[in-house]
């Protein structure tokens, strides 16, 4: 008669474990599970998971680092930033999330921002980190390379920040299911993030100087072997981009069978009330999760003991209409208390059976006496997309009434509702996300052929992601892809995607100002950045990956959709896509600029 707390249900577990011992029933399985009880499971796993990661994760980015500069001091300095930004990330979300907007913060929440922050400070403060040894490498003085650092290097943090912070912005407005409030917490998370990384890691690092590298060794100049790419791109530019946009097509085919659901038992932890509820389901349908019905007059139901004639034909004509789809194992009202039709004259006739069902039809039977409900009994998995189609045919059976209102309500038409406002969202976000980095784009590089060249080399890697995530998860494993997935995808690369772009274009345009040629600029800034992009890429695609470790399928897709998506990004579209394109295009990257006018 209430909703359980989490003491409540962890002692109904332990009552009923206690119960199971005492039965001893070695030659039969006996499961618990519930809506509340399948929610509180998912909390704990996804605080179980969340566990696992932290540590994992920082210690992963802190070897990392440490192997990438040789210095102890640098890890530690990623994840002092981490610190800072998570505490003022997690401080700020609990107050907005909590207090202001008065909202419950979904389960994947926390693990997602945790792993984006990470994953974000550490590409911040590594970039940042490598400008500075590079222009001290340089025979720079420290005041010089903290000033190159500063000037430059900060502008690809800020723009790529807002890029990240704009995708979030809009994924937030949209609310989609499940992933709202988390859009809501990484935009917290980005925020917190681009401000200790421009205003925190510069003043500490002004403070150590080259201690932050200790013990930092000035690097031999010799040729990179990223020069190679370079080579590699100049003479066969033409046909990798032909290859990759290939792939790309290819792809598309893949991600156009994607057919997304909010099907959650699927995707939990293994637990007993997962393994019950999957039972249940595949056993006897949607017992656990009907439709509920509700319909709604104007008179009332009950007349005495007597039943409204009105109330009674509309029901019967609904009820007959629902029973009669294939689909419907059982459906539950006033005419059909036990399952099954009744003839109302025939029991009334006789007091003894009427004093029977007069309370089973009461049960369906609003307070207000105004309203009938209706339960459904599925012979599927209440969440599931084959569900979601029952439902869509129940819908267009059912006849209409202007006497009545008539309300569907269940997890099914939850799942329905969430695909959707997914589905319908979708090509808003993308193209109102895009619209925003195109102009960010066009005001930072005063080019038209970048931002868009931009937005689709990192579709590309997004296309490329999905296609495996497709026939991983839904061709080799037969699980469903939960439904806002591919969205939160989509929205996530195209904010960080544009961190690596951005990095290596900022250091091109660097170059091309400073007189060089775009060819000389491309391969300078490969030689200077492209190991840097690649690192970081390693560092927020390894991140993500991590989450594919907990035994929580759900989570599991998340991460290994964006860290695939942000390892091809940074290894392939960067290194190769993005320069054979520009040195096709040459000065047109930067028309209508003055750079564009080059001869």
Not at 168 to 181: E, R
Not at 286 to 303: A, C, D, Q, R
Not at 450 to 470: E, G, K
Request: proline share 4%.
């Amino acid at each position: 008669n209430h909703t359980l707390s989490n003491s409540e249900m962890d002692q109904d577990l332990k009552t009923f474990d206690e119960i199971k011992k005492e039965l001893n029933a070695s030659n039969v399985e006996i499961y618990i599970t519930g809506i509340s009880l399948l929610s509180n499971e998912l909390k704990k796993g996804a605080e179980n998971a969340l566990l696992l990661v932290i540590p994992l994760g920082l210690l992963v980015v802190f070897l990392l680092t440490t192997f990438y500069f040789r210095s102890i001091i640098a890890g530690a300095l990623v994840i002092s930033l981490f610190a800072v930004s998570i505490i003022v990330a997690f401080a700020i979300g609990y107050i907005v999330l909590g207090y202001w907007l008065n909202r419950q913060i979904s389960f994947i929440s926390p693990s997602i921002v945790v792993v984006l922050t990470l994953g974000l400070c550490s590409d911040y403060s590594v970039y940042l980190l490598r400008r500075y040894k590079i222009e001290r490498d340089e025979g720079k003085s420290k005041d010089e390379a903290l000033r190159a650092t500063t000037l430059w290097s900060s502008r690809g943090v800020i723009t790529s920040a807002l890029a990240v912070l704009f995708s979030y912005i809009i994924l937030s407005l949209m609310n989609i299911p499940l992933f709202g409030d988390a859009a809501i917490a990484n935009t917290i998370g980005v925020s917190s993030t681009m401000i200790t990384s421009l205003l925190f890691f510069p003043s500490v690092l002004y403070a150590l100087g080259d201690k932050a590298l200790w013990p930092y060794r000035k690097k031999e100049n010799k040729k990179k072997k990223v020069s190679r790419i370079y080579e590699f791109n100049i003479k066969r530019r033409v046909e990798i981009t032909l290859a990759l946009t290939a792939i790309t097509l290819v792809s598309l085919i893949f991600v156009a069978n994607i057919n997304t659901v909010l099907d959650v038992p699927p995707l939990m932890p293994d637990s007993e009330v997962q393994k019950g509820s999957l039972l249940l389901y595949s056993t006897i349908g949607s017992y656990m999760s009907p439709v509920y019905i509700y319909i709604e007059g104007k008179g009332n139901v009950l007349i005495g003991d007597n039943i409204n004639q009105t109330y009674l034909n509309y029901v019967q004509q609904v009820a007959d209409a629902i029973a009669s789809n294939k689909d419907v194992k059982y459906v539950y009202t006033i005419d059909r208390p036990l399952g099954q039709k009744i003839y109302l004259n025939e029991i009334y006739a006789n007091s003894t059976t009427k004093s029977v069902y007069l309370p089973l039809i009461k049960r369906f039977v609003g307070a207000s006496n105004r309203s009938v409900l209706i339960e459904v009994i599925l012979d599927k998995q209440p969440f599931s997309l084959q569900a979601i189609d029952v439902l869509k045919e129940i819908r267009s059976i059912i006849p209409r009434n202007e006497n009545f209102t008539l309300l569907i309500d269940g997890v099914t038409q939850l799942s329905y509702d969430s695909k959707v406002v997914t589905d319908s969202a979708t090509p808003t976000i993308i193209i109102s996300l895009v619209t925003v980095i195109a102009i960010l784009l066009f005001l930072q590089l005063i080019s038209i052929l970048i931002p868009l060249r931009l937005i689709a080399t990192i579709l590309s890697s997004v296309a490329w992601s999905l296609a495996l995530l497709y026939i991983v998860y839904s061709n080799l494993l037969s699980l469903p892809i939960i439904n806002a997935v591919p969205i939160f995808l989509a929205v996530t690369m195209l904010g960080v995607g544009v961190d690596y772009d951005i990095f290596l274009l900022t250091r091109v345009r660097e170059e091309v100002v400073k007189g060089r040629s775009d060819e000389e600029a491309i391969k300078i800034s490969l030689e200077k950045i492209g190991t840097t992009i690649m690192f970081l890429g390693l560092l927020l695609g390894s991140t993500f990956l991590l989450l594919l470790i907990p035994r929580f399928p759900l989570l599991n897709e998340i991460g290994f959709a964006i860290g695939l998506s942000v390892l091809f990004d940074s290894f392939v579209i960067v290194q190769f896509f993005v320069p054979s394109i520009m040195l096709i295009a040459k000065k047109w990257n930067w028309w209508p600029s003055r750079l564009g006018r080059r001869e």
